[in-house]
């Protein structure tokens, strides 16, 4: 991707042509290691299961929606694109991606330089650190605006609350035709093509901005895309965990109430 | 001679460990070659690669919580009865009248969202060090079924204490399967055994979590830690000549 001219610059320590990997024995130098850690970790989860309860509410009831209804964690993420486009690509088809690509990653990086080496070269940690902030800056101005961009248009009791109800009410009105009955109507530019579009941009954008200002290297591109992916899961899993609150408003951790 | 050496030396005990104490180099290569759990590892490994601030351990970590979860499941299921509403009824069962039972309920919890954040932080680390790149480029991505497989044996379980939270998180979780393009309807009705959340529901995911998905899980473990041997062990950084680099660069 780089230039062939641009030198691999690996960071960490160097291992020469013909240098023999210092070698320990498993006993008890991995084996020791392996038994402190299984029992720190046995200890602290012993602790928390002795102190922390499992949650367990009411009977399950098909009649009584709690509000909000939260997914588990690890898909309260995912709960939080729902918000922001269509179901079929927050809920299906970004996730089947993010799996595929994620698999993709060594077919797409070939270059064994850089293994066993934390960030690979001198400009992996700071490629990482820029994707990140870069990625939570998009993602919280958008989650921002489409909380609080809300306006009622003149002459009229709608509001509009969010990005796509303004998009779609500004094409129904000038171009009606797509309303008429049978129809499909102009949500989707908002629902599926917007979301989409910024969900290829934004990455691709982060691309760019990597190879121009660092040269980077196909590792280093996989470093920023990566990122991409592991900053935005860890954001909207917070924003959808501790952030959304009744009826899904975005509110502050304090402010979010247990659902009722 | 104490006891103890005494029964060192009896035919019982020989016959079950083959070895003395590791402390000689010869004892310490024997103990990873006759024992069924050391032997997974090689009986030497690089220096470098038992640094804790390298690994976190986190793949270790994920197994020993499998294993934590294999137990405790076990022992929930003695008393777990997969039916509506009896499968609640047990649940409140285990929090008063099991001895333990609230302690292990928690433990499987606990575990169960430490085993999903433990994998995920593992693939994270085997990411940011390029450990995935060939000739591990294949373990990279059977890690990358197990994570889903992970995922998808702590969302089986949710649903499981059949209260309140279990089943409207299903029900938003399932809601987004039914939006898949095409085949919506289908995926919706697979996963949810009819039209609605209910007894069917309840039986086809206790079946997955507690056979199939662990049985698959073990399946590609194995794969994974095999294959982590003969892909060349943890990974560690490849000979590399930045002479010769620069030297080809320029020429």
Known sequence: ?????????????????????????????????EAIMAIAMILALSLMATFVNAPLLELANPEKTPNPAKAPWYFLGLQELLLHMHPALAGVIVPTAALILLAMIPYIDRDPRGTGIWFSTRKGLPITIFSAVYTWIWEIVLILIDEF?????????????????????????????????????????????????LMVTIPWVLAVIVKRRWKANTRELMIALFTFYFASFILLTIVGTAFRGHSMQLMWPWEVTAPH | MGLWAKFKNTTLYKSIYRNEYPDTPRNQVLVILNSLVLHLHPVKVPRRAVRVSYTWGLGGLSLLMFLILTVTGVWLMFYYVPAV???????????????????????????????????????????YTGAYKPPRDFNWVIGVILFTVTVLLSFTGYLLPWDQLAYWAIAVGSEMAGSTPVIGREARMALLGGHTIGQATLVRWYTLHVLLLPLACIALMAMHFWRVRKDGGISTPIPYEEDEAEARAEG
């Open chain 1, 1 to 33: 991707m780089a230039e062939a001219t641009e030198k691999y610059q690996q960071t960490g320590p160097k291992v020469r042509v013909n240098q023999k990997e210092e070698l320990v024995y498993t006993w008890p130098y991995l084996v020791s290691i």
């Open chain 2, 85 to 127: 509403p009896d499968a609640y009824l047990s649940m409140r069962a285990l929090e008063t009248d099991v001895i333990f039972g609230q302690f292990t309920r928690n433990l499987h919890r606990w575990a169960a969202h430490g085993m999903v954040l433990a994998v995920w932080l593992h693939m994270v680390r085997v990411f």
């Open chain 1, 149 to 197: 961009w809300v306006t009622t248009p003149a002459g009229t009791d709608t509001v509009l609350k969010g990005i796509e109800p303004h998009i779609t009410y500004f094409l129904d009105k000038t171009f009606p035709f797509m309303t008429q009955p049978g129809w499909p109507g102009w949500s989707w530019v908002g629902k599926i093509l917007l979301p989409a579009a």
